[in-house]
Antibody, heavy 115, light 106 residues
Framework: EVQLLESGGGLVQPGGSLRLSCAVSGFTFSAYAMTWVRQAPGKGLEWVSVITGSGNRTYNADSVKGRFTISRDNSKNTLYLQMSSLRVEDTAVYYC????????WGQGALVTVSS | DVQMTQSPSSLSASIGDRVTITCRASQGIRNFLVWVQQKPGKAPKSLIYAASNLQTGVPSRFSGDGSGTDFTLTISSLQSEDIATYYCLQYNTYPRTFGQGTKVEI
């Protein structure tokens, strides 16, 4: 059974940093690209960032470029999102999702940016 | 960026009704389209990939069609458990982009 478990969410002040993790099991992690998607309160889904299976290529939304870094540790079956220079508008539930076709999703981690 | 436009934004239907949601891309995306279901307070779930292929375990009352710029998601006989917001998502180019969502109510 495929499982994705996000962690690391919480309350942070504007300008602060936070690192999200997504621990996965039930499939060959290194064979699949992984994506972060977020959802601001009461809003729709927004694609954030993707990383290839090997980790050698990444793509980011313009809204997070230069502030967020996606990475992965295939030895630990874990995906990361390092978020810095956080803004109030980054407040959202952050989901990790598997593969090019978003086959499986985690349950989400809430990030609140507020003073 | 590819803009994805869904219609309608919301709809109300009865149990057993046939429901169709449309998604239009601002440029051709071949068949690189996913449909995602999100029930209230829950994480999203992928229903259909490559425009018309059902994910494992998804009921057969769901179907997808289309290629290029115009796509549809159809629920052949609406059930109470289908109450959700549905999003289309293109994965032909970066950045990936979602439609704004269609809220389905009874």
């Amino acid at each position: 059974e495929v499982q994705l478990l996000e962690s690391g969410g919480g309350l942070v002040q504007p300008g602060g940093s936070l690192r999200l993790s997504c621990a996965v099991s039930g499939f060959t992690f290194s064979a699949y690209a992984m994506t972060w998607v977020r959802q601001a309160p009461g809003k729709g889904l927004e694609w954030v960032s993707v990383i290839t299976g090997s980790g050698n290529r990444t793509y980011n939304a313009d809204s997070v470029k230069g502030r967020f870094t996606i990475s992965r540790d295939n030895s630990k079956n874990t995906l990361y999102l390092q978020m810095s220079s956080l803004r109030v508008e980054d407040t959202a539930v952050y989901y990790c999702a598997t593969g090019r076709e978003f086959d499986f999703w985690g349950q989400g981690a809430l990030v609140t940016v507020s003073s | 960026d590819v803009q994805m436009t869904q219609s309608p934004s919301s709809l109300s239907a009865s149990i057993g009704d046939r429901v169709t949601i449309t998604c239009r891309a601002s440029q051709g995306i071949r068949n690189f389209l996913v449909w995602v279901q999100q029930k209230p307070g829950k994480a999203p779930k992928s229903l259909i990939y490559a425009a018309s292929n059902l994910q494992t375990g998804v009921p057969s009352r769901f179907s997808g069609d289309g290629s290029g710029t115009d796509f549809t998601l159809t629920i052949s006989s609406l059930q109470s458990e289908d109450i959700a917001t549905y999003y289309c998502l293109q994965y032909n180019t970066y950045p990936r982009t979602f439609g704004q969502g269609t809220k389905v109510e009874i």
